[in-house]
T-cell receptor
């Protein structure tokens, strides 16, 4: 079946602009995660959804970052007033639920803020 | 603070060599350890380990967890150029949400 998909694959924007990154998880997966990966580092947790609700948003760096999952499937990560330091690869992952530790990742969105 | 450390940071080997990648962790309420292979952008799942001393194997790759030493190794035998990638280790804690705590990864390059 289809894996996790993310769009766009690349996004270049200017400092101060607003961006939206989309994630479509594996069908039937109730848990959805966003991570951010900077060059030379492992992915860092941002936010986790179980169903429609954000169950843990402790990894969001500040209030410019926000994510939604209104129907419990597709999720959108929103970044306001982008800064150059936001440049990174944003990865989305999904899993079957709380009893499953294995997360399956999408191809990521490379965000570049000029 | 939770910590996952991988070593070496990078290595270069020749085709046919055997490599061993290391992962050590310091986390509260350990639940499981996962290995991923990352080529380009998407990490691809390799193994999940929960019990100490039980080897997981898939083709030329194998992995084992040592809970006493708080560590895991990933072995790749008869390496091929297609094994060139970043290998990521991640730990799951026993808490709601199962978020992954990653190490920085090991960059493996296999030369032909």
């Amino acid at each position: 079946g289809a894996g996790v998909s993310q769009t766009p694959s690349n996004k270049v924007t200017e400092k101060g602009k607003y961006v939206e990154l989309r994630c479509d998880p594996i069908s039937g997966h109730t848990a959805l995660y966003w991570y951010r990966q900077s060059l030379g580092q492992g992915p860092e947790f941002l936010i986790y959804f179980q169903g429609t609700g954000a169950a843990d948003d402790s990894g969001l760096p500040n209030d410019r970052f926000f994510a939604v999952r209104p129907e419990g499937s597709v999720s959108t990560l929103k970044i306001q007033r982008t800064e150059r330091g936001d440049s990174a690869v944003y990865l989305c992952a999904s899993s079957a639920g709380l009893e499953s530790d294995t997360q399956y990742f999408g191809p990521g969105t490379r965000l570049t803020v000029l | 603070e939770d910590k996952v450390v991988q070593s070496p940071l990078s290595l270069v080997v020749h085709e046919g060599d055997t490599v061993t990648l290391n992962c050590s962790y310091e986390v509260t309420n350990f639940r499981s350890l996962l290995w991923y292979k990352q080529e380009k952008k998407a990490p691809t799942f390799l193994f999940m380990l929960t019990s100490s001393g039980i080897e997981k194997k898939s083709g030329r790759l194998s992995s084992i967890l040592d809970k006493k030493e708080l560590s895991s190794i990933l072995n790749i035998t008869a390496t091929q150029t297609g094994d060139s990638a970043i290998y990521l280790c991640a730990v799951v804690r026993m808490e709601y949400g199962n978020k992954l705590v990653f190490g920085a990864g090991t960059i493996l390059r296999v030369k032909s």
